[in-house]
């Protein structure tokens, strides 16, 4: 074993979360701004990374380490911001014996040391729940003990299902000797959170675990952008690509007359139809033009997901570029294709500045900070 637990470890702590999509990356963003804010020199490292950005020269580095860079202007050389990738088939090759595991924990702890020597504390960020990573022996869990981490897990927002979630990665990390230094639930409905505030932190209690914040949902950071779509059904945007950051607040699926659907058009709608469906299309575009006459001081800003077997006509493409508006077309049917953006959930990038800046500015309002900074700062 590779631990520095107890060896100049440096002070630090570990962020996971109970499973995909509950919203680790933008917790993190916060809580590191709330850190930064209080201590001034702070380190950030994504130890294990899969989603990776390949940067040339065979140098690939995760992406979230690209955010927390940009964001927070960091200085720290990538490799030790993001010491290990996991590309595609590592874990067959790790079955088969071709990965030294040794080496793996050598590049973690030793990058995790580098950080340390410029930075009073460094937080780790980890990839999904806490047992990802078990099949190669490099879970979460696994990693927090290699570097004497204590862990944050974050939550959904509920209260019996996000405990059930939180007690299996508790276990996860009784197993490896990592402690559970507080919890944060996310995305919490206005209309529950005292109730889920009151008994959580009841329930947490029985552990010794304190609740370090409820953060509320926000639609703006629920919302995809035609980026967000494009790269969910991998095809280019036909139209608009100015308006790639686009964000909507209605998405409309159009299986009606187009006298319906002309009374339907709100300000900010997304909507999806067949590609065949060119009375829906020329609607869109004559409200818009009815819209910049007007001189509205709210605009429509519409985007349009075309869909079907049958391509848009080329005509009707040069129209929509014409009129500026953002497109895409995937060949799925509408409903397929409404199911997959109900399923989704929406990720945060580097070039979406608004809504970094947004999750910073919400989670490190709804986390408790100071107490966070107890933590990190007790430990020996």
């Known amino acids: 074993m590779s631990d520095i637990q107890g060896n100049n470890a440096g002070k630090g702590i570990f962020i996971a979360s109970t499973g995909q999509h509950i919203g680790k990356t933008t917790t993190s963003l916060g809580i590191f701004s709330g850190l930064m804010k209080r201590t001034g020199t702070i380190g950030f490292i994504k130890p294990v990374?899969?989603?990776?950005?390949?940067?040339?020269?065979?140098?690939?580095?995760?992406?979230?380490?690209?955010?927390?860079?940009?964001?927070?202007?960091?200085?720290?050389?990538?490799?030790?911001?993001?010491?290990v990738i996991f590309p595609r088939g590592f874990t067959r090759d790790y079955v088969d014996e071709k990965v030294d595991l040794t080496s793996i924990e050598h590049l973690i702890t030793d990058a995790y040391?580098?950080?340390?020597?410029?930075?009073?504390?460094?937080?780790?960020?980890?990839?999904?729940?806490?047992?990802?990573?078990?099949?190669?022996?490099?879970?979460?869990?696994?990693?927090?003990?290699?570097?004497?981490?204590?862990?944050?897990?974050?939550?959904?927002?509920?209260?019996?299902?996000?405990?059930?979630?939180l007690a299996l990665?508790?276990?996860?990390?009784?197993?490896?000797?990592?402690?559970?230094?507080?919890?944060?639930?996310?995305?919490?409905?206005?209309?529950?959170?005292?109730?889920?505030?009151?008994y959580m932190t009841r329930a947490l209690s029985r552990w010794g675990v304190p609740l370090l914040g409820a953060i509320p949902y926000s639609k703006t950071l629920a919302a995809l952008r035609i980026d967000d779509y494009a790269r969910l059904f991998d095809v280019p945007i036909l139209a608009g690509q100015s308006h790639r950051y686009r964000h909507f607040d209605l998405i409309r699926l159009v299986a009606t007359s187009n006298e319906v659907y002309e009374q339907l058009i709100e300000p900010r709608q997304l909507t999806i139809t067949p590609a065949s469906r060119e009375d829906i299309i020329n609607s869109t575009l004559l409200k818009l033009d009815e819209w910049k006459r007007s001189g509205e001081h709210l605009e429509l800003k519409p985007?349009?997901?075309?869909?079907?077997?049958?391509?848009?006509?080329?005509?009707?493409?040069?129209?929509?570029?014409?009129?500026?508006?953002?497109?895409?077309?995937?060949?799925?049917?509408?409903?397929?294709?409404?199911?997959?953006?109900?399923?989704?959930?929406?990720?945060i990038h580097i070039e979406d500045t608004k809504k970094v800046n947004t999750a910073v500015d919400l989670v490190e309002s709804h986390i408790d900070i100071d107490q966070l900074l107890t933590i990190v700062s007790s430990q020996k």
């Open 113 to 165: 040391t580098k950080l340390t020597e410029n930075s009073g504390i460094v937080l780790a960020e980890g990839t999904g729940h806490v047992g990802v990573g078990s099949i190669a022996d490099i879970d979460n869990a696994r990693v927090a003990q290699l570097l004497g981490l204590p862990m944050i897990l974050i939550a959904s927002g509920g209260l019996g299902s996000a405990f059930d979630s």
């Open 303 to 347: 985007g349009i997901i075309l869909t079907g077997r049958y391509e848009p006509d080329p005509s009707i493409v040069n129209r929509l570029i014409d009129a500026d508006v953002p497109v895409l077309y995937t060949p799925l049917n509408s409903f397929d294709v409404m199911k997959k953006i109900t399923e989704h959930t929406a990720k």
């Open 49 to 83: 990374g899969q989603e990776f950005v390949d940067l040339g020269a065979s140098v690939r580095v995760d992406k979230d380490v690209l955010l927390f860079q940009k964001r927070f202007g960091l200085k720290d050389q990538l490799e030790h911001m993001s010491p």
């Open 169 to 198: 990665n508790k276990h996860a990390c009784d197993r490896c000797g990592v402690r559970i230094a507080g919890v944060v639930l996310n995305r919490v409905r206005d209309d529950k959170r005292e109730m889920i505030i009151d």
